[in-house]
């Protein structure tokens, strides 16, 4: 096939970014269960690095794939870590550079018919709370 790519995850560190939107009242209100939610997170993420045939596997079969193609596909992201979480959510860390190459990229290429929005806000707390409570679970 040819073509040309401008960017994949393996090049370009955090273009493709989790992520979680809700009102900025909300996260202040529920912070502590946004935190619990992120810290699930984590222990998803350590179970990905750990035990990846068996996570694989579970998330193939609810994709209706094998393993093996679920396997290929996740192959190609750039994966975070605890140390790349705590660089992107430092006051004014990597997510901020990040959105501004995610709104930069959308504002060049408009196929997708709308002007991005540049109000949304990056609430670091619950995250950085996760990070600084974040254990790995102990393998059974």
């Known amino acids: 096939m040819k073509g040309n790519i401008p960017y994949t995850t393996k090049d370009v560190n955090s273009l493709v970014i ?23 997170w984590f222990d998803i993420m350590h179970a990905v690095k750990t035990n990846p045939t068996e996570v694989f596997a579970k998330v193939a079969e609810q994709l209706g794939q ?40 959308l504002r060049e290429d408009m196929r997708h018919g709308r002007m991005p929005r540049e109000d949304l806000g990056i609430a670091g707390e619950p995250v950085n709370a996760a990070l600084a409570q974040w254990k790995p679970l102990q393998a059974k």
């Open 18 to 40: 989790d992520i979680l939107v809700t009102r900025s009242g909300l996260a202040k209100e529920k912070q502590a269960e946004l935190t619990q939610f992120i810290l699930a």
């Open 66 to 105: 094998t393993g093996a193609d679920f396997r290929a596909d996740y192959g190609g992201l750039k994966k975070g870590d605890m140390a790349m979480n705590r660089q992107m959510f430092a006051r004014e860390g990597g997510l901020v550079e990040a959105k501004a190459k995610i709104l930069a990229l």
